[in-house]
C-alpha cells in the first residue's frame, strides 16, 4: 500500500491509480476477516442508526453483519436472529456504562458475534471494560470507537481487542484516508484491524477504505435505502468493478497494489457517474 506524504486527506480527495489487470470481477474475493472467529462474505456492517431486525436479516443474508442498536427490542431481536441457526452473523452496540460488562456478556449469551462499543469521554473505564471483555468473554468479537487518532487506537489495542472503528469525534474533522492508513499500520502490530465507521456514500468510497487499510467499512442510510438486500449486491458489484480495476483479486491484494492520487473537487465530480 503506497504511503502519502500530504498531512490529511479524505475520501473524496482521492482516487485509485487504476493498473494492469487480469482480474475479473467476477473472480474477485469479496470475504474478510473481522477477527479470528467473525468473518463475512461482504466487508460492511450495518450502522446501528439504521438497523432493526428486518435490516439485520438482510445483512446475514447477505454474508455481512449489522449493529442493533441499544435499547428497545435488542436482546429480543438478537434472539429472533439465531433462533434457526446460532452461525447467523449479527452485532450489537453497547455504550461505556457502569453496567457495560454486564450488558455485553448478557447479549453475546444470547448469540451476538460483535459488539460495538461506543466510547465517551471516560476513556479509562472504557479500557478497563474492554480489557475485562477482551480476557474474560471468548471468542465475543469487540469493536470500540469512534476513534480519531492512532495514539488512542494503540491505547484500545493494547486491551486485546479486535476492531477499532475510525470515526469523526463531535467537532473534529478526521481525514478518512490517512487516519485509517495511520491506525492500521498500528493495528498491524496487534494482529487487529481497522472499521471505517463513516463517510461511506459510494462503493467506490468502501474500495479506498479497504486499500488504505480497513477490513471492512461501516455504512448507513447514505449508501442503504428500503431495499437493503438490492442495495448489497450492487455494493458488491462496485466493490468487485474497483478491485478488478486494480488488478486485486482479494482485499489484501489490492492492500497490496493501490497507489492513491490526489484530485480536486472537479475531479471527483468527473469520476462519479454523469450525463455527457
Known amino acids: 500500500m503506497m504511503e502519502t506524504e500530504v498531512a490529511g486527506l479524505s475520501l473524496d480527495q482521492v482516487l485509485l491509480v487504476p493498473s494492469e489487470s487480469n ?16 468473518q463475512e462474505a461482504l466487508p460492511v456492517i450495518g450502522a446501528p442508526t ?46 461505556n456504562e457502569v453496567d ?9 449469551a444470547a448469540g ?15 479500557i478497563d471494560t474492554l480489557r475485562l471483555l477482551a480476557q474474560q468473554v471468548p471468542p465475543l468479537t469487540i469493536m470500540a470507537g469512534p476513534v480519531a487518532d ?30 485509517t492508513m495511520a491506525v492500521a499500520e498500528v493495528a498491524s502490530e496487534f494482529d487487529a484491524g481497522v472499521v471505517l465507521g463513516a463517510g461511506i456514500r459510494y462503493s467506490g468510497d468502501i474500495v479506498k477504505a479497504l ?28 466493490l468487485r468493478s474497483g478491485m478488478g480495476y486494480t488488478g486485486s483479486a482479494t482485499i489484501d491484494d489490492l492492500r497490496l497494489n493501490a497507489q492513491f492520487v490526489q484530485i480536486t473537487a472537479a475531479g471527483l465530480a468527473e469520476s462519479h457517474p454523469h450525463d455527457v
Open 23 to 38: 482480474v475479473l470481477p467476477n473472480a474477485v474475493s469479496l470475504a474478510t476477516n473481522l477477527s479470528a472467529d467473525v
Open 50 to 95: 439504521m438497523t432493526g431486525l428486518g435490516m439485520a436479516q438482510a445483512f446475514a443474508a447477505n454474508g455481512a453483519l449489522a449493529v442493533l442498536p441499544v435499547g428497545g427490542t435488542q436482546l429480543q431481536d438478537v434472539q429472533a436472529m439465531v433462533a434457526d441457526d446460532e452461525a447467523t452473523l449479527v452485532g450489537v452496540e453497547v455504550l
Open 100 to 108: 457495560a460488562f454486564e450488558t455485553a456478556v448478557m447479549l453475546h
Open 112 to 126: 451476538a458475534k460483535l459488539i460495538d462499543f461506543v466510547l465517551d469521554d471516560n476513556l479509562d473505564q472504557a
Open 150 to 179: 492512532a495514539e488512542t487506537a494503540r491505547r484500545l489495542f493494547e486491551t486485546g481487542i479486535d476492531l477499532v472503528k475510525v470515526a469523526p469525534l463531535p467537532g473534529q474533522p478526521v481525514y478518512m484516508v490517512t487516519t
Open 211 to 238: 486499500a488504505a487499510g480497513a477490513v471492512a467499512v461501516m455504512v448507513d442510510t447514505d449508501i442503504i435505502g428500503d431495499t437493503p438486500a438490492d442495495d448489497l449486491f450492487q455494493i458488491a458489484g462496485g
